[in-house]
Antibody, heavy 121, light 107 residues
Framework: QVTLKESGPGILQTSQTLNLTCSFS??????????VGWIRQPSGKGLEWLAH???????RHNPALKSRVTISKDTSSSQVFLKIASVGTADSATYYC?????????????WGQGTSVTVSS | DIQMTQSPASQSASLGESVTITCLAS??????LAWYQQKPGKSPQLLIY???SLADGVPSRFSGSGSGTKFSFKISSLQAEDFVSYYC?????????FGGGTKLEIK
């Protein structure tokens, strides 16, 4: 059974660094073709793809965030981390992590429940 | 970046009707396209991958078609639980952009 769960600070101040953790089970990032991605959704708005990381440590991030985003993984603990530096109020959103599998054309087939982040000025 | 233009942004329909949602890609993406359903307050759920393949456990009234730059998503015989939001996403190249979403409302 595949599960993912996001965790984060809930509330932080502008200019701080947002640190998010995705803890997963039921699959391994040691397995070829597996990856984890991060997506966010401001309240009442659409989905924004942020970054993803593959089993072979290939990483991609959304250039719209101007290199503020860093993604990393700890395969042994089944966790993926997302860091967003210098946050502003526009970074307030629900943040989701999701599994990606090559066999599904890179689609996100399992999602976490999301964690809400509010950036306060 | 590849832009995904999804239409309509909202649509009203009746139970039992069929609806079609369209996504246009700003450049060719082959069949690297997925469709997701999102219910209020919930995470998105994968419905279609590879533009046409139904994800596990997804009812057959959902279907996808298209390739290149034009894609369609159809729901046949709308059920009450289908009146939620839908998003397309291109997975051809990073950033893996989403369409703006479509909200289905009961007429």
């Amino acid at each position: 059974q595949v599960t993912l769960k996001e965790s984060g600070p809930g509330i932080l101040q502008t200019s701080q660094t947002l640190n998010l953790t995705c803890s997963f089970s039921g699959f391994s990032l040691n397995t070829s073709g597996m990856g984890v991605g991060w997506i966010r959704q401001p309240s009442g708005k659409g989905l924004e793809w942020l970054a993803h990381i593959w089993w072979d440590d290939v990483k991609r991030h959304n250039p719209a965030l101007k290199s503020r985003v860093t993604i990393s993984k700890d395969t042994s603990s089944s966790q993926v981390f997302l860091k967003i530096a210098s946050v502003g109020t526009a970074d307030s959103a629900t943040y989701y992590c999701a599994r990606i599998e090559d066999g599904y054309y890179g689609a996100m087939d399992y999602w976490g429940q999301g964690t809400s982040v509010t950036v306060s000025s | 970046d590849i832009q995904m233009t999804q239409s309509p942004a909202s649509q009203s329909a009746s139970l039992g009707e069929s609806v079609t949602i369209t996504c246009l890609a700003s450049q060719t993406i082959g069949t690297w396209l997925a469709w997701y359903q999102q219910k209020p307050g919930k995470s998105p759920q994968l419905l279609i991958y590879g533009a046409t393949s139904l994800a596990d456990g997804v009812p057959s009234r959902f279907s996808g078609s298209g390739s290149g730059t034009k894609f369609s998503f159809k729901i046949s015989s709308l059920q009450a639980e289908d009146f939620v939001s839908y998003y397309c996403q291109q997975l051809y190249s990073s950033p893996c952009t989403f369409g703006g979403g479509t909200k289905l409302e009961i007429k």
